[in-house]
């Protein structure tokens, strides 16, 4: 069985539609990507071999201001859906996007082609790719410039202004593959059918400027409207932009024999579609909205340090989840737990860790597990924010099951919290 998480977003709801054999959906409230105990309860009841991530947080302008909620769905929960996925044998697929790129090599995007964002809507799911990687045989398709019947997008953006106005201006310096989502969501079905894992682009074949892409939208749409250009520097957005960040496809078509048809016939499919549907009134949900709760889960506790924060997400008896962020070239102090184990993973930023006799370096969604008994360090030796997610677990749970060994803040009391 295939689970779609986000299935009601704009690319969650065509892939209900097009991905084969059982196919179950999810979305807010049923789940939220945020919290462990939303996710485990899910993917526990529902037990299914593949788990499809259609969850973002897609607002990039937004992401500027809101950099904490960005990496928290699209940084965060990928990395709760992969400890789901390992933990229950699923096969977890993770959408991403051209944006995890700098635009600067001036020809299409290779897979392993080095990342280098240029946002924090970037970063946030340069942060996601890293973290879906902690589930074996993970599965990372990034495509581009999405449009479908579900949600808000850019063809319906610029027909509801081509109604409005007769002249508009568009930029003309950013250079990119309008995808259709159907489309996607062909590509993500023969890469689950051919139990493809990795990463894999995959966007309608051709590209265009926004500018251009404007203009046949009004063409094929019957509108005559005025496109003036417009630069990227003139828009004046908060987020930087990738200029030229078209993806090279070639791999999906060798390893598939699948190739996304040309962006214009695409849009032409999406526009007939559109008119056929035209007396309908379409549910739009926002796809960076799906699996997102609008009204925050609120922690069971936060607190602030010398060395950062620290927040805890999820706690019962049995198990207690903090997010901890360190800050760079901080460290926690040098401790023991009598009664807990703690497992790390990190979802930004790299730890070194110091257990027992050992000192070594953990990566974005690498994890490393602390023992009962054994004394342990978390430091941030890096010049971005440390994020982890520690998960303890024990017979006592309590913040003064530690003693201090060494502290850089002078706190070498046993009974204290870190």
Not at 34 to 45: A, D, K, P, Q, Y
Not at 109 to 118: I, M, R, T, V
Not at 290 to 307: D, T
Request: proline share 5%.
């Amino acid at each position: 069985m295939i689970l779609v998480v986000g299935a009601e977003g704009m690319l969650g709801r065509d892939l209900m539609e097009v991905l084969p054999g059982e196919v179950r959906g999810v979305d807010l409230p049923e789940i939220d990507i945020t919290s462990f105990e939303s996710v485990l309860e899910v993917v526990g009841r529902y037990r299914p071999q593949v788990i499809v991530n259609a969850v973002a947080y897609t607002d990039v302008d937004g992401c500027e201001t809101q950099a904490e909620l960005a990496m928290q769905v699209n940084g965060e929960g990928v990395a709760i859906l992969a400890m789901a996925a390992k933990e229950s044998g699923a096969k977890l697929v993770q959408v991403s996007t051209d944006y995890v790129f700098d635009g600067s090599k001036g020809a299409p995007y290779l897979e392993d082609d080095p990342y280098a964002p240029l946002s924090v809507y970037g970063e946030s799911k340069l942060a996601g790719e890293m973290n879906a990687r902690f589930a074996p045989g993970a599965l990372v398709v990034r495509t581009q410039w999405l449009y479908g019947l579900h949600g808000k997008n850019f063809v319906e953006t610029m027909l509801r202004l081509g109604r409005e106005k007769d002249e508009l201006a568009v930029v003309n310096d950013q250079v990119g593959s309008p995808t259709w989502t159907v489309d996607l969501a062909r590509a993500i079905r023969v890469l689950i059918e051919r139990d493809c894992s990795g990463i894999y682009h995959a966007a309608n074949s051709g590209f265009c400027t926004w500018n251009e892409f404007a203009r046949t939208i009004f063409a094929e749409a019957g509108l005559s409207v005025r496109v003036n250009p417009l630069n990227t520097e003139q828009l004046g957005r908060p987020a930087r932009r990738p200029l030229y960040s078209t993806l090279e496809c070639g791999k999906l078509v060798q390893d598939t024999g699948f190739q996304l048809q040309p962006w214009q016939e695409a849009l032409g499919q999406y526009l007939q579609l559109r008119r056929e549907k035209a007396a309908q009134t379409p549910k739009v949900s926002g796809c960076g909205g799906a699996g997102i709760s609008r009204q925050r889960r609120r922690p069971v506790e936060r607190g602030e340090r010398p060395w950062g924060t620290y927040t805890v997400l999820e706690e019962n008896r049995n198990y207690k989840i903090k997010r901890i962020e360190v800050l760079p070239g901080k460290r926690l102090s040098l401790q023991k737990h009598h009664h807990r184990s703690e497992h790390w993973i990190v979802v930004s930023g790299t730890a070194k860790v110091t257990c027992g006799e050992r000192e070594y370096m953990v990566n974005i969604n690498e994890s490393t597990f602390i023992p009962i008994g054994e004394s342990h360090r978390l430091e941030n030796p890096g010049m971005i924010p440390l994020v982890i997610i520690e998960v303890q677990s024990g017979e006592y749970l309590g913040e003064d099951d530690i003693i201090r060994f060494q502290d850089d803040f002078h706190r070498c009391v046993e009974g204290s919290a870190t």
